[in-house]
């Protein structure tokens, strides 16, 4: 069930006020290898396969390859969110669970992780395949909280953190589908109200040997993700040799565009509802495209 969007280009947009830390298309990785460069770390059980995610072809939400965690039972892949404990940041990514399978991860309170800090309990999809199209998050700070989600196809998994007033007070939102988990606001800890040291990591964890779950596309900014679609504005982008065309329905605003270290490289004002950005001269490779139609801002990812 792989999307390939090679020569585009429309897809969905989140708002977005944002300073890349960094963002993963899997793309740069050999399949059936293991992934741990980089923000990719593990939890100690050292980085190879049946530890590390891996890299697989088997399914992929934009291009060919995805991050892969099987029903080994002890695969135990981190995702290292720098142990933030003041600011705006957010987290999106994709995620595939198929039909008869399972899948879990949790968010753990520092990175390197040590004994394990569980902020806000465990994070379950079609737990012991007893729900399909059904999970729960068990310990957040209004107690367990079920949820849906489209078993069988890709769908967006997306967290807020406002840590602005410390780690002791952060607050935060969880979007499963599009459909709000727990709203912004509520607070980062777990049902007795205990704070984790830091928004540390994420811990993808095969859970049993039920377990089969892909993730691909994610993006980590300093600043807060929202849900708004840009269809509803009539936007679309196209990339033809080397141009990368946006149009929309109301008038573009300005557009930047940032490589994948989360570095600006082309910026511009528009005041126009059709824009072109020529990226012949940019290296091959994918690139976030921030967009702002009459005050909304968001981004699309194109692969140039």
């Not at 020569?7 to 830390?21: E, G, K, P, T, W």
């Not at 029903?71 to 957010?90: R, S």
């Not at 049902?191 to 811990?203: I, L």
């Not at 511009?268 to 012949?280: E, G, I, K, L, R």
Request: net charge negative; aromatic share 14%; with cysteine.
């Amino acid at each position: 069930m792989k999307k390939n969007y090679f020569l585009l280009a429309i897809f969905s947009l989140v708002m977005v006020s944002m300073s890349a830390q960094y963002v993963d298309d899997m793309e740069s990785y050999s399949p059936g290898e293991p992934i741990f460069i980089n923000w990719w770390t593990d939890w100690g059980c050292g980085g190879g396969p049946g530890c590390a995610m891996m890299s697989s072809d088997a399914q992929a939400h934009t291009g060919n390859l995805s991050g892969f965690i099987p029903g080994d039972g002890t695969t135990d892949a981190v995702l290292d969110l720098q142990n933030k404990i003041f600011g705006e940041w957010a987290l999106s990514f994709w995620m595939l669970v198929p039909n008869d399978k399972e899948g879990y991860f949790n968010l753990q309170g520092t990175v390197p992780i040590g004994s394990g800090e569980w902020a806000v309990g465990n994070i379950f999809f079609n737990q012991d395949l007893l729900t399909p199209g059904e999970g729960s998050i068990d310990d957040s700070a209004l107690g367990l909280v079920p949820f849906t989600f489209p078993q069988g196809e890709w769908f967006n998994v997306k967290m807020n953190w406002d840590v602005n007033s410390g780690i002791s007070a952060a607050t935060w939102e969880f979007v499963v589908d599009g459909n709000v988990v727990l709203p912004a606001g509520t607070a980062y800890t777990n049902s007795a109200g205990t704070s984790p040291t830091s928004v540390g990591g994420f811990d993808f964890y095969s859970i049993s040997t039920n377990h089969e779950a892909y993730y691909d596309d994610f993006i980590y900014v300093e600043g807060f993700l929202g849900s708004e679609d840009f269809s509803s504005k009539g936007f679309r982008s196209a990339m033809s040799n080397g141009t990368l065309t946006l149009r929309a329905q109301e008038n573009i605003n300005s557009v930047a565009v940032y490589n994948m270290l989360g570095q600006q490289v082309y910026n511009a004002n528009v005041n126009a509802m059709q824009s072109t950005v020529d990226m012949s001269n940019l290296s091959n490779g994918t690139y976030i495209v921030k967009v702002n139609i009459n005050g909304t801002e968001g981004s699309v990812k194109v692969i140039r």
